[in-house]
């Protein structure tokens, strides 16, 4: 079964200050990669997504991610935080095969200090 | 763009109760999906259907049921809600072909239900 680990369950970060959260997957495939980002009250929406050819992915919003397949990682990565990047970031992975399903990880809840 | 609307932001009942929890989308997508969302848990997969009448469980469909009769919406129903089912519902659809990720793919969120269960 696919599995999604993001280990920091809280970051924080000075405003201007550059920003990278982990991701690691298990998935025996080529994974689907996504990130998601979640403001206070909202529903999720995508910065960015990765299913085949360059593994260096841009996203809106600045963001941008790199899959490495021998770390099975998918860290996201922005070169200078705003104060509008405070929120939670999920990180999923998708099959290409079965149903059109995401596993989710538990999130990383990203604080910007002043 | 892609709306995915939910019924109510904010529900409250009581236990026993039959609760519905209601899901529009207006971009004519096969799939849709149904998780909830704890703190320290992310989100997890309840229900989903990638077509009109067609169900598949998700993760953790306990308690949990769900309709499809037109394409554009997808209901939630917990049958008799219980305090453990408190929580915040999220909705969501992507596009797709007979449920099968594709490069396409994306799922659009709507804003979520905020239920608690008294």
């Known amino acids: 079964a696919q599995s999604v680990t993001q280990p920091d369950i809280h970051i924080t970060v000075s405003e201007g200050a550059s920003l990278e959260l982990r991701c690691n997957y298990s998935y025996g495939a080529t994974p689907y990669l996504f990130w998601y980002v979640q403001s206070p009250g909202q529903g999720l929406q995508l910065l960015l997504k990765y299913f085949s050819g360059d593994t260096l992915v841009q996203g809106i919003k600045g963001f941008e991610a790199e899959f490495k397949r021998s770390q099975s990682s998918f860290n996201l990565r922005k070169p200078s935080v705003h104060w509008s990047d405070a929120a939670e970031y999920f990180c999923a992975v998708g099959s290409a095969s079965g149903y059109s399903t995401l596993t989710f990880g538990k999130g990383t809840m990203l604080l910007v200090s002043p | 763009d892609v709306k995915v609307t939910q019924s109510s932001r904010y529900l409250v009942k009581r236990t026993g109760e039959k609760v519905f929890l209601e899901c529009v989308q207006d971009?004519?997508?096969?799939?849709m999906f149904w998780y909830r969302q704890d703190p320290g848990l992310g989100l997890r997969l309840i229900y989903f259907s990638y077509d009109v009448k067609m169900k598949e469980k998700g993760d953790i469909p306990e308690g949990y049921s769900v309709s499809r009769e037109k394409k554009e919406r997808f209901s939630l129903i917990l049958e008799s809600a219980s305090t453990n089912q408190t929580s915040m519902y999220l909705c969501a659809s992507s596009p797709g072909l007979a449920g099968a990720l594709t490069s396409t793919d994306t799922q659009y969120f709507g804003p979520g239900t905020r239920l608690t269960v008294l």
């Open positions: 971009m004519d997508h096969e799939n």
